[in-house]
């Protein structure tokens, strides 16, 4: 088949324009590259621009401005073009990366870290993203920041052996194991007599990444007491998931449950935003409650924001809810203070052998303080009204002791 000379001639214009756009373009970002290396960035955006008049959706040209505008401090432009490229292409690492490096440098932390849990998601092993989360968690002012900071560095060292930016961080024994000892008292009205708590509780920490824990306690109410035992254990993962599960048994109560379950997960999100759900049972001798909480967190700054619903169920009735509101203030590395204001519906046990629905409201206030490397305190105190039954005034304190 023969094919007309206009034909060959229209075919062999098109071909010689792919081939002379694409030996242009080539040059053309080696321009681009060229004055960013030489730091010339007037110049690199003046390039980048003239390229995307004639191809707004290059994603490399767009790519190379979010990066110019960055370097020359314009960052909310550098974040509305990062924001764009984020959006059409969430599985690309690079943009979640260069996202959290603008948020670093807006001083917005809490939110940089949130995209660098994702970028890890996407790429486990990709050094610069690790290297970004340790930078930002060493300047971190908080317990939190400093626990995550050991976990992400033992991580390293395991991914990164030969590498040596993580090994600035103060790495202590693979081990770690805690002894909490502490007591309470409870002051109830209407004639009531007061209640009291005492319990040790040690604990196994590893990596920073699992931590176990047994503890025993002593439970004195209505001039009756209760021994019970505690097992549990929590998981945190560089994805920002965490997970755990208590269990608690006690012999013969008089008025605790026989067996308590709890189990719960948690996920940090974007933006200083972290969820989780709880579940828990209780079986009484006569009776079994079940609840399930699910808690919204938010960081800003030095402070927590924190709000609970709970939806409970008492054996033979319908469910019932309660809420609770708290914020907690790290006022230096290792200490912090905070209020917890509840309201709504709960079943607890109000006497040997009674386990009721019950209208219930407080205030609680705790805080705690890392006097040295070992050695730290905890306390609390508050009031809480059970219904019509009595109010219970509170007080307790708790030593906890680094091996």
């Known amino acids: 088949m023969t094919i007309p000379a206009r034909a060959r001639t229209l075919f062999f214009a098109i071909a010689l324009y792919a081939t002379c756009s694409a030996a242009l373009a080539e040059p053309s970002l080696r321009a681009i590259d060229d004055a960013i290396t030489a730091m010339e960035y007037g110049r690199a955006l003046e390039l980048i621009d003239s390229q995307l008049a004639a191809t707004p959706d290059d994603v490399s040209l767009l790519f190379r401005r979010a990066r110019v505008q960055s370097y020359v401090g314009d960052l909310d432009a550098a974040l509305n073009t990062l924001n764009q490229l984020r959006e059409r292409y969430p599985h690309d690492v690079d943009y979640a990366l260069a996202r959290a490096q603008v948020f670093a440098r807006q001083g917005r932390d809490r939110v940089a870290l949130a995209e660098l849990h994702d970028a890890v998601v996407l790429a486990p092993d990709y050094e610069a993203v690790w290297q970004l989360q340790y930078t930002l968690l060493s300047r971190q002012q908080n317990e939190g920041a400093h626990v995550e900071l050991e976990k992400l560095s033992r991580e390293a060292a395991v991914r990164f052996p030969h590498a040596s930016w993580w090994r600035s961080a103060e790495i202590v024994s693979d081990v770690r194991w805690t002894v909490l000892v502490g007591a309470g008292y409870e002051d109830l009205n209407n004639g009531f007599p007061s209640w009291s708590q005492q319990f040790i509780e040690v604990s196994r920490e590893q990596n920073s990444i699992g931590r176990y824990r047994l503890g025993v306690a002593r439970d004195e109410r209505f001039d009756k007491s209760d021994q019970s035992v505690l097992l549990g254990g929590d998981l945190s993962f560089a994805s920002g998931w965490t997970t755990g599960l208590d269990v608690t048994f006690a012999g013969n109560p008089n008025f605790s449950p026989d067996l308590s379950v709890s189990g719960y997960v948690g996920r940090s999100l974007k933006d200083g935003w972290s969820a989780s759900l709880r579940y828990r049972q209780r079986e009484y001798e006569s009776t079994t409650v079940g609840s399930a909480t699910s808690t919204v967190e ?70 705690r303080r890392q006097l040295t490397d070992r050695f730290g305190l905890q306390w609390w105190l508050g009031l809480h009204d059970q219904g019509n039954f009595y109010r219970r005034q509170y007080l307790g304190m708790a030593v906890s002791i680094r091996l």
């Open 298 to 367: 938010k960081y800003a700054g030095n402070f927590r924001f924190a709000y609970a619903l709970g939806i409970s169920r008492l054996q033979g009735s319908s469910s019932f809810m309660n809420h609770g509101l708290t914020i907690n203030w790290y006022y230096n590395e290792r200490s912090s203070i905070g209020i917890t204001l509840n309201s709504g519906k709960e079943a607890e046990s109000i006497g040997p052998g009674q386990v009721l629905e019950t209208d219930v409201q407080g205030v609680s206030v705790s805080g």
